[in-house]
Every structure is written in structure tokens, then in C-alpha cells.
């Protein structure tokens, strides 16, 4: 059985180089090392460009008969580009149907995850995602019974649970200095550095082992 990635660049692998940035795709082979995982993620895709760019027929080539399918969108859908940008409530979930319906037609077996959450804190309070995309793939998943991870509801709680300032060092929030990618710094609270991308891969671990999947 091999599981592939299919998500964005907060699921993405980096090469070492580019540090600290780590995506959970990249590190989640560590959390179930038993398993192959393929990670096709890529940064700056939506559940559109994904597509467009004949991204998903590489994996619908390799498929083959109980491999599993991770599919993580939402973060760039709601962008003004129209190369990228869906409607959560009809484009977006078509496109998720197409990976679905093509993993289920090769054997495999597709799961819906939920994009990962943002950091963004409000004087001191987290508000959270508004999170539309994410409840378009919640109802896709009940209405074809397909199996749901929801990494955004459980990535906030741990932000939450965590607050304000332990929960900033799970994303890239770096001083100056400190790596050669970064040498003025970087304040972005959506991609994430090693801890956070083990934060989320452990999320989508447990989720994996809670489906009976692994």
C-alpha cells in the first residue's frame, strides 16, 4: 500500500535548503514509517490549478488497487486568480468529486482533509478560520461517505490549547539571521516550521489510524 499526498505548499516537501519551512506531507513517513508515502504536493496549487496542470494524472497513473489517497485543498481556492480560484460551494467541491471518484475507480481509497489552520491571533483572542472551505469538504464527505480528517477543527484547538506565543513557533515566525533562506527574518503564520508541520502530520497520523486505514 502506498499513500499519496495530493495538497499545497502547507503540505509540501522543501528541500534542505529552504529551512526551516517543513511541510507535513514531509515529515509524516516518519510518524508511520511503515508505510510508503508519495508526497505530491506542490505550493501555490488549489484544487483547480492541481488539476489543470495534469498534477493528479501522474497519481492516477501509479495508483494501484488499496493504496490511499490524502486530499487537502482550500487554502488557495478562495484566491482572486482565476487560474486557481473555485466557489467552495460548486467548483471546489466538483473538483474534490474528481479526485474521489478517480481514486475510487483505480481501487484506492480517498480521504478528505480539511486544510490546516493559520495562526492568526486578535488582541489576544483566536477567532479561527472562517473556514469555508473547509465546510464544503466536511458535507462532500458526508454526502459520499467518504472518510474525513479535519485538520483545520483540530489544528485550532491545539493553537488554542497551546495560546498565543507557544503556538507562533509552530510557524515560520523567524528572527533574522538564523537561517541563510531567511536573512531578514519572517513573520508568516500559515506555512510552518518542523514543529508544526509534526503538529498536523500527527493529526493526520491519528486520523489515519482512527479510520482503521493503517
Not at 486544510?115 to 458535507?139: E, L, V
Request: net charge negative.
Amino acid at each position: 500500500m502506498t499513500i499519496h499526498i495530493c495538497g499545497d505548499s502547507t503540505a509540501a516537501t522543501y528541500k534542505p535548503e529552504q529551512a526551516p519551512i517543513t511541510g507535513w506531507g514531509q515529515v509524516i513517513g516518519e510518524m508511520l514509517p511503515e508505510i510508503a508515502f508519495v508526497n505530491h504536493s506542490i505550493g501555490g496549487r488549489s484544487s483547480k490549478s492541481f488539476l489543470s496542470e495534469g498534477r493528479f494524472v501522474t497519481v492516477e497513473k501509479a495508483l494501484q488497487k488499496g493504496d490511499i489517497v490524502l486530499i487537502q485543498f482550500g487554502h488557495n481556492d478562495g484566491s482572486d486568480l482565476v487560474w486557481r480560484h473555485t466557489d467552495a460551494d460548486t467548483s471546489f467541491v466538483n473538483n474534490l468529486c474528481i479526485f474521489v471518484d478517480t481514486a475510487r475507480q483505480h481501487g484506492a481509497i480517498p480521504v478528505l482533509l480539511t486544510h490546516t489552520p493559520c495562526n492568526w491571533w486578535r488582541d489576544g483572542a483566536y477567532p479561527g478560520h472562517p473556514g469555508t472551505y473547509a465546510a464544503a469538504t466536511r458535507r462532500l464527505a458526508a454526502a459520499c461517505n467518504v472518510p474525513l480528517i479535519d485538520v483545520l477543527a483540530e489544528g485550532e484547538k491545539l493553537i488554542r490549547d497551546m495560546g498565543e506565543e507557544a503556538s507562533s513557533a509552530l510557524f515560520m515566525n523567524v528572527a533574522p539571521g538564523l537561517y541563510p533562506a531567511y536573512p531578514n527574518g519572517s513573520k508568516d503564520n500559515t506555512h510552518t516550521q518542523r514543529a508544526g508541520a509534526e503538529a498536523f502530520a500527527r493529526i493526520v497520523a491519528d486520523g489515519l489510524r482512527r479510520l482503521c486505514l493503517v
